[in-house]
């Protein structure tokens, strides 16, 4: 069965510090791969998304994320963090393509920003 | 103004008692979901919908009963056999396109008395 592991549980950070954030998936398939993000008391939103083309996507709030398909990984990237960015993260990952009934989700990250 | 709306937002509990959450989307999309979000377990797939007058079981479906008799509505029941009810709830859509992207609502917090 498909699973998706976030290594990273809690993660804490200065303001202006890097951000990589670690997802990996387990089916070898083509996949759609996601991250969303919840901020305190707000409601899941999409952050951004690789449905194919290029493997470096850009999404909302400067972050990043790159499939590396040799890798199984879709790592979640941000070069200089705000205070802002402190909210829960997941990925999450559609397969095999077509069947959306499987939208698996990692079971997060809680990333701390202090000014 | 588009999106998903889930209501309440705050839902209490009696033991052995049956509530129901729900859903509604404008999105006109074909697909509607059900989560279950607990503390470190993430997201969790109870139910899942893709045409009217019909929805499949996910992961975690027992206790748990859905009905989707209209295209923009899909509640949840959770019935007194559910053991464990107290969490949060979310609803989400997606068209049935090739990105299959889901779009969530603000979620129910269901506590038990």
């Known amino acids: 069965a498909q699973s998706v592991s976030q290594h990273n549980h809690h993660v804490i950070l200065s303001e202006a510090a890097s951000l990589e954030l670690g997802c990996n998936y387990s089916y070898g398939g083509t996949v759609n791969l996601f991250w969303y993000v919840q901020y305190p008391g707000q409601h899941l939103q999409l952050l951004l998304k690789y449905f194919s083309g290029d493997p470096l996507v850009k999404g909302i709030k400067g972050f990043e994320a790159e499939f590396i398909k040799s890798k199984f990984s879709f790592n979640l990237r941000k070069p200089s963090v705000q205070w802002s960015d402190t909210a829960e993260y997941f990925c999450?990952?559609?397969?095999?393509?077509?069947?959306?009934?499987?939208?698996?989700f990692g079971t997060g990250t809680r990333l701390q920003v202090f000014p | 103004d588009g999106g998903i709306t889930q209501s309440p937002k705050y839902l209490f509990r009696k033991e052995g008692q049956n509530v129901t959450l729900s859903c509604e989307q404008n999105?006109?999309?074909?697909?509607m979901y059900w989560y279950r979000q607990d503390p470190g377990q993430g997201l969790r797939l109870i139910y899942y919908?893709?045409?009217?007058?019909?929805?499949q079981k996910g992961d975690i479906a027992e206790g748990y009963s859905v009905s989707r008799e209209k295209k923009e509505s899909f509640p949840l029941t959770v019935t007194s056999a559910q053991k464990n009810p107290t969490a949060f709830y979310l609803c989400?859509?997606?068209?049935?396109?090739?990105?299959?992207?889901?779009?969530f609502g603000p979620g129910t917090r269901l506590l038990v008395l």
């Open positions: 999450a990952v559609n397969g095999p393509r077509g069947n959306t009934d499987k939208l698996i």
């Open positions: 989400a859509s997606s068209a049935l396109d090739r990105e299959e992207t889901q779009y």
């Open positions: 999105l006109n999309h074909d697909a």
């Open positions: 919908s893709q045409i009217v007058n019909d929805f």
